[in-house]
């Protein structure tokens, strides 16, 4: 087995709103090893961003506040390193790309001055060294015409380009880990599929760790080795991606797995969908944040809160009815 | 960019014709007869018909215009009656001045304004912010000759610092100019410093609530560089068109702090025109006024380029291009 590199323990972030905070991250549990890619799923509000810009520490204090857990990242406590120590740490061992590659850019500065200015913050190199680093990075991703290409602003390139230089500036430093958020949510489909299979040759080729947000389970299959599956703040349900697939254990990723449209059916079918709204993160019920929505919800998911625990060998799920679920698919198969 | 800049001057012979007909006919039209109020009470009729005659004023007015747009084309501005000198050179002689006054107002109310601005909007609803946007209220609302005024009183009589009137002199030393130049910038400093204070922040707020100075943060930049950098570049174009406005302002219309400071510059001289009826001069000067006017929105327009990439003068077609 790889090494551990991340272990999220217990998260939760809070947002001031009104006299109770909204629960954007509430007790998030997860880790991820060396040189692999956990993909977070779920739906908007979920908690995906807040849980990764409470990884990189960049949760807006006021109304922000991340009130407890703990984020051991290669052995250390992010939480409770300073700001000046984070600061190394961010765009350095931890970097990260966005969902719009359209207003993630400056638009003020150009494409090689954005990517040289990270690796001569981080890599205490000249203006003039990093710059040409720059141009290689460019290079790396695949922009034609690199040295001309850097010397432009964002608004002279493309939404895949862009995507492009931002995963060029977040690799520059060859972090340890990469969290992406959503970052083909923007493009056109074709672009997709090359800003990820990009990703994936650079992840082997620096050997880096990724963190994959999205909502998108096509691009969890395609790109993730282990799935945590977020709902209301809460994961739950967390395993590698073939088991999360091929035996999801959760009433939520069932949801979620058969909202997917499906080509191979022979009529034509409407799309599923789960019915009713993720609960007021201010207000969250007693038991189970999913029971409202859930067809085999019973007495106990409303009176008391499922906890993320093993059913089987790192499959870890949140619901009353694991067992029995995992039980009866045995049978069935 | 050049060919931008060569349209946007031919743009402006419209724009200057449009003046010189406003210019010419509220000369025209003002109360008061020119002639008798330079000849004084005593004058017989005669002599101020003779005079009327002598200044061209009983002619039609088209051929009045007519000549007035002709010595304008010849960049000449006619002579003033009541210095009978060339109304160019009591321009020349006295617009330095006000360049003057009104860059050193300028200078204070960017080093003041700027720094408050971007901390009113980084400690947005904090008590500096409270404070300092209340002071950037009263101080845009702050009438100039009260405020001139008041700081005569204190400065210069209650605690005989500094000088009320004139400019000094460069006889008398570089200091001698300084300290006479204190009072009045500060007096007309104010309405802009506080403009700029509020701009700054509204602009600033934009800025640092987008998306790429998150970028930044994630980038491991510290605070400081993330905001001096990457936010307030961007904050500065409505910052620099807020600054084009009130710079013309202040070349053009110092009257105020002129007359209050004695400062010998060109708000003077219109007025004291104004005063004497001398309408060569005022239409003269305005003239001046408004090509001043209309050259620094022209500069303003140009140095948009330079803090926003975005922003071209060129027609060159396509945003992006590439995949």
Known sequence: MSNELLRVTDLRTYFAAGPDPAKAVDGVTFSLNEGETLGIVGESGSGKSVTAMSIMRLIPNPPGKIVSGEIIFSGKNLLQLSEAAMRRIRGNEISMIFQDPMTALNPSFTIGNQIAEVIELHQKMTSKEAGKVAVEMLKMVGIPEAEERAKQYPHQFSGGMRQRAMIAMALSCKPKLLIADEPTTALDVTVQAQILNLMKKLQKELNTSIIMITHDLGVVAETCDYVAVMYAGRCVEYSDTVTLFDNPLHPYTWGLLASQPNLDSKEKQKLKTIKGNPPDLRNLPLGCNFAERCPHAQHICFEKEPQLSEIENNHLTACHFSKEWLSSRGEVS | ?323
């Open chain 2, 1 to 323: 960019m050049l060919k931008y800049i060569i349209k946007r001057i031919i743009g402006l012979i419209p724009v200057l014709f449009c003046v010189s007909v406003v210019v010419f006919v509220i000369t025209r039209v003002i109360p008061g007869d020119p002639a008798a109020v330079m000849l004084g009470p005593q004058a017989t009729n005669e002599a101020v018909e003779a005079l009327r005659i002598k200044l061209g004023l009983r002619d039609p007015l088209l051929v009045q215009y007519g000549r007035f747009l002709m010595q304008l084309l010849r960049g000449d501005l006619g002579t003033s009656i009541a210095y009978n000198q060339p109304v160019l050179d009591l321009i020349l002689d006295t617009f330095p001045n006000t360049v003057l006054l009104a860059a050193s107002s300028l200078l204070i109310a960017t080093i003041v304004a700027l720094p408050i601005g971007i901390l009113s909007a980084v400690k947005q609803y904090s008590i500096f912010d409270y404070l300092s946007m209340t002071f950037a209220l009263v101080g845009v609302s702050m009438p100039v000759y009260w405020l001139g005024l008041m700081l005569v009183l204190l400065f210069s009589i209650k605690l005989q610092l500094l000088p009320s009137i004139g400019m000094g002199s460069l006889s008398n030393g570089l200091g001698d100019i300084l300290s006479h130049l204190i009072l009045p910038s500060i007096a007309l400093a104010t309405i802009p410093m506080a403009n700029f204070a509020r701009i700054t922040r509204s602009s600033m707020l934009e800025v640092v609530r987008q998306d790429y100075i998150r970028t930044a943060r994630a980038k491991g930049l510290s605070e400081w560089k993330v905001i001096i950098k990457h936010s307030l570049k961007n904050a500065m174009v409505p910052l620099l068109t807020v600054m084009g406005m009130q710079i013309s302002m202040m070349l053009s219309g110092a009257v105020l702090t002129e007359t209050i400071f004695a400062w010998p510059g060109m708000g003077r001289l219109v007025v004291d025109a104004i005063e004497k009826r001398d309408f060569i001069m005022v239409q003269g000067s305005v003239m001046f006024l408004a090509f001043i006017f209309v050259f620094v929105n022209l500069c303003v327009d140009v140095l948009y380029v330079l803090v926003n990439p975005r922003i071209s003068y060129d027609n060159k077609g396509g945003d992006s291009s590439g995949a």
